[in-house]
């Protein structure tokens, strides 16, 4: 069993910074892949980045590549998401989700959610 709570959300203005940190407990937090997932309001939830366990490999969907940054410590049981260059289409609730198959980009296939932190991007 994996709890995760997300957190560092805010309102930033659209060109600005912010960081969220998932932080996850259990023994067997390094074992697991970790994604950030974010659903906008009247949209379906899309994938946004995942990390692999073991090597830390990591993969992004297309609008936040250049932009957002995932990493992982295992040490800490904490996923982040540096999001840097935030426009308004990134305003969404960010999710983050624990899995074992690394790359997946269907939520279906994680195991463990958080609750969710809203960003707002203000133009």
């Known amino acids: 069993q994996v709890q995760l709570v997300e957190s560092g959300g805010g309102l930033v203005q659209a060109g600005g910074s912010l960081r969220l940190s998932c932080a996850a407990s259990?023994?067997?937090?390094?074992?697991?892949?970790m994604g950030w997932f974010r659903q906008a309001p009247g949209k379906e939830r899309e994938f946004v980045a995942t990390?692999?366990?073991?090597?830390?490999?990591?993969y992004y969907t297309d609008s936040v590549k250049g932009r957002f940054t995932i990493s992982r410590d295992n040490a800490k049981n904490t996923v982040y998401l540096q999001m840097n260059s935030l426009k308004p289409e990134d305003t969404a609730v960010y999710y983050c989700?624990?899995?074992?198959?690394?790359?997946?980009?269907?939520?279906?296939?994680?195991?463990?959610w958080g609750q969710g932190t809203q960003v707002t991007v203000s133009s």
């Open positions: 989700a624990a899995g074992l198959s690394f790359p997946v980009v269907r939520g279906t296939e994680y195991n463990y």
């Open positions: 259990g023994r067997t937090f390094s074992r697991y892949v």
């Open positions: 990390i692999n366990w073991s090597d830390s490999r990591t």
